[in-house]
């Protein structure tokens, strides 16, 4: 038993784990405030993470202001698809509306490839030190960066949804859109915005992975990682979302763990997380947190 | 011009046995077998390519039928498609080689074992709504492509399985020319079944599952029973298409066989038509013939300036990927009712031609 692998591995859990946490959290915004389940979620985490290299490789822009820029891009990059795409689809069967994320996923991930290529490319350096030295392991500036950048989200998401207007009037359309409506909420706005916002949620995880591993396109599984996540935590669950996502990113990295000092079946590490899925779908489908649906007739 | 094909207006049916009735007119039913007898001339007019080309759109028809039972008829969406189509493959091979069961029987054979595994997949979903199937089926997806890249004794791992040429009394198949009436055989067959099918109690229960679940179960359908069904019929076409495609192909890998190619299937199903029994050949034919309708203008371009400037010919795959994406989303928000319904307005143009209603 290799004890400082397992903390260190745990750690890398923690801070995956975290990120996982963020996209989903994004995710079941999109999803609770305007019931579309968003499979070009990873995709958005893709556009954010090039928009930011591009303006800091080609424009040689600095990152403080690269940074805005990008959240800026995306807004309204998030309204502009909720309004040109997804609004024509409102009332369709769920199916329909499935599948168009499906394909705008499949439109964006070859347009990306088309631009940039296929070949990973690094990121500009944003910190100097390398590593810091944490109760005796070897941590990685750029990973306590992505932990405190996680956890502000986190926490900006809350003060949003607990206190201000505008997520009020998101949980308000969450519950209910008829009563939202005659209460004088705008349902189009509240549904741009959640893209908007979801949209720029996503940016931010996207740049964070790209400074930690540099910008490919297989930077979208996380936008397939985060179904284990909300299914875990249950689907309309924003806390749910980001528990979800730490569970899975640990259990990810005990799975590497697991797997490289007693099984060496080479990848469990990559389908673990779905194994997980299939069961949990198998005895508590509504996962955690999430609420029952119960119909009556 | 009161030609036969007219039906009349007042569309009466006055028995059970007219209503579920295949053709509805003596002519419908000619054309459609007049149809597979010239299309059994096809190995003797086509080249080669063309030929390939009608061979790959049957096995891929066989495939995209299954999965037209799970979205058009019962209301379900499936993204793992592909790796049952696989597995089916990977099945036939493994049974043809290992033991002394010949190819013959071999494929249906696969179709059932790849049912059981999507049964597998498909049970926990069936109790849940369409959005938990998705789900699911994205796992199976990849479970099942990590399986085939890891089990060695079954797909041979890293390297591709070898499959067995189709054989029927000891006389062996071999080349496009032979193997075009197998696969000929398997669609006319399926399709027959699955026509068939929905004329039945069961099939009726599964459109009734589509358009009111709830509905249904109050008036005695088994919810579970239909979408388990449904599911596991999917997977049994998937796994008869990718049997058929294993021995035609002769070799199967994993290559290609991802999340891309299971979207591709629900293409097919988009564009031809959901719960359009004959859609399904026409989206197939439309998502085949559409990569090569794509490389042809893009060789027209070649050395114009649009070539030039965003370097068409090298970035062939991209262009055909966001090509379907946006094909698909195109046919979403316009065409709902896919080629299918295109294609009875069409007929129904030229039947009043001069005349408009």
């Given amino acids: 038993m290799n004890t400082q692998f397992l903390l260190q591995l745990l750690v890398n859990g923690l801070v995956v784990g975290t990120l996982y946490g963020v996209v989903a959290m994004s995710f079941v915004l999109i999803y609770k405030a305007t019931q579309v389940v968003n499979f070009a979620q990873g995709e958005l985490l893709l556009i954010g993470a090039w928009v930011c290299w591009t303006l800091l490789t080609k424009y040689q822009v600095p990152f403080w202001l690269g940074m805005p820029m990008t959240l800026v891009f995306m807004f309204a990059f998030g309204i502009l698809i909720q309004v040109v795409i997804l609004r024509p689809m409102v009332g369709e069967p769920v199916i329909s509306v499935i599948m168009v994320t499906i394909a705008l996923s499949t439109v964006f991930q070859a347009a990306l ?87 720029m949620v996503s940016a931010v995880a996207g740049v964070v992975v790209a400074v930690v591993n540099g910008v490919s396109s297989g930077l979208s599984i996380y936008g397939i990682k985060v179904f284990p996540a909300v299914i875990l935590g249950g689907l309309d669950s924003i806390g749910g979302a980001v528990v979800g996502g730490i569970i899975i990113g640990l259990l990810e990295n005990f799975a590497q763990f697991i797997d490289s000092e007693y099984l060496h079946w080479g990848n469990l590490y990559e389908v673990a997380p779905f194994y997980v899925l299939i069961i949990i779908l198998m005895i508590k489908p509504y996962g955690l947190f999430g609420t029952k649906d119960i119909e009556r007739v | 011009m009161a030609s036969p094909s007219l039906i009349p207006a007042g569309d009466f049916r006055s028995s059970y046995a007219v209503d579920t009735t295949i053709f509805p007119t003596k002519t419908s039913r000619n054309a459609a077998i007049l149809g597979v007898v010239l299309i059994c001339f096809a190995p003797q007019l086509l080249s080669e390519y063309w030929l390939s080309q009608l061979i790959v759109i049957g096995i891929y028809g066989i495939a995209a039928l299954g999965l037209n039972i799970l979205v058009g008829f019962t209301g379900q969406i499936s993204i793992g498609h592909a790796a049952f189509f696989l597995f089916g493959a990977f099945t036939s091979a493994y049974i043809s080689n290992k033991t002394a069961i010949p190819v013959f029987f071999a494929i249906p054979l696969a179709g059932l074992v790849t049912a059981m595994v999507g049964l597998i997949f498909g049970l926990p979903a069936a109790r849940l709504k369409g959005l938990y199937l998705v789900i699911a089926t994205l796992a199976a997806q990849y479970i099942l492509l990590d399986f085939f890249s890891r089990a060695e004794w079954f797909s041979g791992g890293s390297v591709p399985a070898m499959a067995k040429p189709f054989s029927i009394f000891g006389y062996e198949l071999r080349g496009d020319r032979h193997y075009f009436y197998v696969v000929l055989a398997y669609v006319v067959v399926s399709y027959l079944l699955v026509t068939n099918l929905m004329r039945s109690r069961d099939g009726r229960a599964l459109v009734a599952v589509r358009d009111h679940y709830l509905s249904a179960e109050i008036m005695g359908i088994n919810l579970t029973k239909y979408r388990t069904l449904s599911f596991g019929l999917a997977a049994f076409f998937a796994g008869i298409a990718g049997a058929l495609y294993a021995h035609y192909q002769l070799v199967v890998s994993n290559e290609g066989f991802g999340i891309e190619r299971s979207i591709l299937f629900l293409a097919m199903v988009i564009i031809g038509g959901t719960g359009s029994i004959m859609g399904t050949l026409m989206g197939t034919a439309f998502v085949v013939l559409l990569p090569e309708s794509m490389e042809w203008i893009s060789a027209e371009l070649k050395g114009s300036a649009i070539d030039r400037a965003l370097q068409l010919n090298n970035n062939l795959t991209f262009l055909r990927e966001i090509a379907i994406g946006l094909i698909i989303i195109a046919f979403l928000v316009f065409e709902p009712d896919g080629l299918a319904h295109r294609w009875r307005q069409i007929k129904t143009y030229w039947k009043l031609y001069p005349f408009s209603h």
Avoid: D, E, H
């Fill in chain 1, 113 to 199: 490839k088309w631009i940039y290529g296929v070949s990973p490319q690094p990121f500009p350096r944003v910190f100097t030190s390398q590593s810091v030295n944490f109760a005796g392991l070897q941590i990685q500036t750029v990973y306590v960066m992505s932990l405190v950048v996680s956890v502000a989200m986190m926490i900006g998401m809350a003060w949003f949804f607990k206190v201000s207007k505008w997520g009020l009037a998101m949980r308000a359309t969450a519950f209910n859109q008829q009563v939202a409506q005659s209460l004088g909420i705008s349902v189009k706005t509240v549904f741009a915005m959640a893209w908007a916002i979801s949209a």
